[in-house]
């Protein structure tokens, strides 16, 4: 049994990273922290808890939380993250961390994208990408886990066994993504409230969202070679899921029967990655931590479409995945 | 052409307003009034406005609106409009005051359930509710008009009938409505904020909702005899429709038929009631400035359901339809 | 390990059913049937299965499930269950049936509301109905059990507790219910078209629904006397969730909380109902096995708002809560 | 005062359009045909047309059709639509054609997508494709024109002003459109069925849709040069509105202002294109003819994002525009 805190439990990651690990047999929940004032009963907060998780959401320094448990999950915002994760870990702590913190190796490129001086600026590049697909032999012995961005999930796993194949020319890819509504979170802006997105379909961020960097590093790491992608989300009006679809050159001639193949045997003993004839739905994987796979060639562009729940492969589900592979218990538990 | 100004232009009411004007050949929009700063245009806010209506959002007092325009929409909250309507009336000018300041007759109930005195309390009682199917006559000569409430709206119309021809019992009413979230608004809330609400339905306010007064007072003018109903509001994932269904038991024993030929009697010159024998959708009224009604007697109880698309029948095509009233205009132009 | 088939497998019920066994550490399915032409696996009628469960869907006699299988849960319609249901118990296998075959007692009353005549009328009356916060003693021992319908899971629990104190009159109930559009299942119709149905709000059979008799019928038994209720059944735009409210007059003043306190000590000990202070809303209870339970006093009118999933604990989950009690499993196994 | 008849009135379009010539001051509907038995009155078929349209559904043969109506609008699926229009022309009335049959202008083309020989190949490459935006001086002297695609409009309305100007390589144009399910039609499916699409998103089609070879047409007379695009459309769970993605290289540096200037000349004097400096949502555009389009260069990619109303400038909406410019009404007169 391995005692949990997580930090920011207020928003729909911590909800959703809560109910996954309710009914995990070696975790155990032993505090929930947030600003709020007042200390109130998780579920004064999130109603689907009732008689579910019987916890006080507490203002806890690091040191109090590194007291009680053994494993943090940070659902904090970046930047803040970073301002906790150092003492967590100097308790001896581990940590999984759901913000952009640790993902980027490089400092400079962190601050050109989130427009702030990282402050533990030394810790990156040492810092696994918590994706087991790809890295899975350097998380068990981390102490500290950068946990993937939801968008870069699905196009990381979508292109990553085709630019190790050599298929795909790295120069050329196109990521236009399609998330549900909750991947923006739960603080109150316009563009969430019902009536403004409900029945509407729109493109945001274009070209200047923050997962870009992310996935250039990390497509760039496969492709042996710099990568820089055109990177186009768009919000869907639906609580949860990813769909992303991708676009690129073929480097030689590419039928998408090897396409597939390709992508199957590097996927081939995943738990977590099915790839599908059918063009997926994110329904298919919705409440799951499955990523969904298929390609297409249409007129000598090599596509791909792959698609999660954005709260649990992409978020807290990858989480625990990667929280198994920490403490040695089998990676599925639970998910 | 009557020149018209809209207080409080930020809202959804305003804009559906707006758009239904934009189609009047009489009506004129000269000014757009909103307390925001820095005087944005109008399709700044409601980008679905760009390119029909080029005026700016302007803070103006009631002395400068009065200036500009002969008829005015008042679609401020309640309190902030009865603050302002009086220096519109003593400058001459026409006013439709979408919020419940003067749709309440008793300042007592008023204050009772609005938690406010009434600054203008004694033009209460003498302005006419602006529902023309039942106060057409009080329309046309009056200054000001209280644009009705959109729940009142389907539960009125539809029991207005029936307690006037004395078929149901007046103390037994209880009405279970049903409406889309553009009912709440556009300011920010946790429970209008997509991923709490959509995919989700709730009871709220119930027997607290602030309708209740003006549903109690003007079926009892219908009934003749003091009036309490049982109100419980219901929120729909969907932005548009109100769908209300009522229960009340019948003073004669009263076949399904009889029950619908006196709404249908009823309502038989009337352009914006569809009287029909199946069960209506928000749906056929979406849009629309129609109120759909039916009736079933299910083991001795009658039931009533109406539909309507709150912010046409429930808010702006009212407002509308009572502003062709006021200045001679075929009552159904532009709706 | 309990070996289990599953009749009907191509619907929603069906394949909640699967996903909640699939965690079920005693339940191993090893059956599907359905009359589907070439035996196709499972993964290509719910993609949401594929990598889960290997297996296709085959049409067996109840003589080829009862070779295979010791528990039998039949997801076929009405008509279709109660021809298939006593081969299997003959052949010594117990089942859960989710149709509306075994729940009513009398076969007059089946007759009058199904529109045919019941094949096994003989064992009316002596089949379980399988809510176990009503029944439970009756669930261990029994070879077959109903499962309840899902509106009347949320009737019943909310009123059951009040007629059994006296504190309401059986002959005053009215039903109001909100259904998402899962409650219709997979059959093809114009009304769940998605066009159709999106973003509009609608009632359907009120007054005729066929789960009439059975809220009738249960609640009867806690009333101690006949009960006819009034039920309006209504379609919400979202995939899952019912949410009930129901108007009833006290027989004697009973204040909101001794209402609330009654519900409250009645379900004391159950593992799956929620009595909450708040009004609950759909979402909490979603993909849970809970029934959130509240009540308001209206003017003299006693309220209750129930709700809960109408897949999980209005179908597969209250089966596979039914499933745990029958053969000796911890109640809220998988759930 | 043109007499109009409305072929195939039962699915979407055709209610849409009915719903825009009801408000036109110069149409009159004297005929909607459908071959559903029994002569159903349309309200039957649409109850949002309840009172405002007094016809029932007729079984016309083109010669009856010819001698009731002016001007035919055929909203009959591709093949039906060929069959009928010849014998409508010869009789001398005007057609706007909804379906695909008179778009391509290569009978091969039409015969590999479609998968039928075309019945009045003949006339193929002599009717002018009814986007006014791109060839309005061939729509007036018009005896039948083909009204565009959804998808389409999208795509073209953004790419063409950048192809004639030379700004992007026509070989290098990849499109990714997104559209609610309205677009879908009317027609029972299970992809369509409530509980399938909503709360998902999903590719179809991909490489495969019958408007890609439309595309390629349209924007190949745009560059002077064949063009064989990428296309992939995605279901959005929402009942109306298209965005449409496009990805394409610059021939020369260019950047996002001088792209965006390009589109903003082109349209300048059009009533029904807004090219817009922010992102668009489907919703701003929810009911009018409008197309709203920006653009990005992101990267040294060109982007375009683009929006329509699919029932209205994808459809109906589009077919009033023609039908005004072929009659001499104000192209915009209730649209």
Redesign the interface.
């Known amino acids: 049994m391995t005692r949990i805190a997580i930090l920011g439990a207020t928003g729909?990651t911590a909800v959703e990273l809560i109910k996954i690990l309710l009914?995990h047999p070696n975790a155990e929940i032993v505090a929930v922290t947030s600003r709020q004032e007042g200390q109130p009963h998780i579920a004064m907060i999130h109603?689907?808890l009732?008689?579910r998780l019987d916890l006080r959401l507490e203002d806890l320094s690091p040191a109090e939380v590194a007291a009680r448990a053994e494993c943090v999950f940070s659902c904090l915002p970046h930047g803040a993250s970073a301002s906790v994760v150092p003492a967590l870990l100097d308790a001896g702590r581990r940590v999984v961390d759901f913000s952009a913190d640790y993902r980027l190796n490089d400092p400079t490129v962190y601050e050109q994208w989130y427009g702030q001086k990282h402050v533990d600026a030394a810790r990156l590049g040492k810092v696994p990408y918590g994706l087991p697909e790809l890295f899975r032999d350097q998380i068990p012995p981390a102490r500290l886990v950068a946990n993937p961005g939801c968008f870069p999930t699905t196009a990381i796993l979508a292109l990553a066994p085709l630019l190790k194949a050599g298929l795909i020319d790295p120069k050329s890819i196109?990521i236009?993504s399609?998330s549900?509504?909750?991947g923006a979170g739960?603080t109150?802006?316009?563009t969430?409230?019902?009536?403004?997105?409900?029945?509407?379909?729109?493109?945001?961020n274009?070209?200047r969202h923050r997962h870009t960097p992310e996935i250039d590093q990390v497509l760039g790491m496969a492709a042996g070679c710099p990568v820089?992608?055109?990177?186009?989300p768009?919000l869907?009006?639906?609580?949860?899921?990813i769909?992303t679809?991708t676009?690129s050159q073929p480097l030689t001639a590419a039928s998408e029967e090897k396409v597939l193949q390709t992508i199957r045997d590097f996927y081939a003993d995943e738990p977590f990655v099915?790839v599908?004839d059918?063009?997926?739905?994110?329904?298919?994987?919705?409440?799951?931590n499955?990523c969904?796979i298929t390609a297409?060639?249409?007129?000598g562009?090599v596509?791909t479409?792959s698609?999660i729940d954005n709260l649990v492969k992409g978020a807290s589900g990858a989480a625990v995945q990667n929280f198994n592979l920490m403490f040695g218990y089998p990676e599925t538990t639970a998910l």
């Open positions: 729909y009914r109603p689907s009732t008689g196109v236009d399609k549900g509504v909750s739960r109150l802006k316009l969430t409230h019902y009536p403004e997105c409900n029945e509407s379909f729109s493109a945001y274009v070209g820089e992608v055109v990177f186009a768009h869907v009006p639906m609580d949860r899921g769909l679809t676009y099915r599908v059918h063009l997926p739905a994110t329904k298919d994987a919705m409440g799951t499955f969904d297409r060639v249409v007129r562009r596509l479409i698609c």
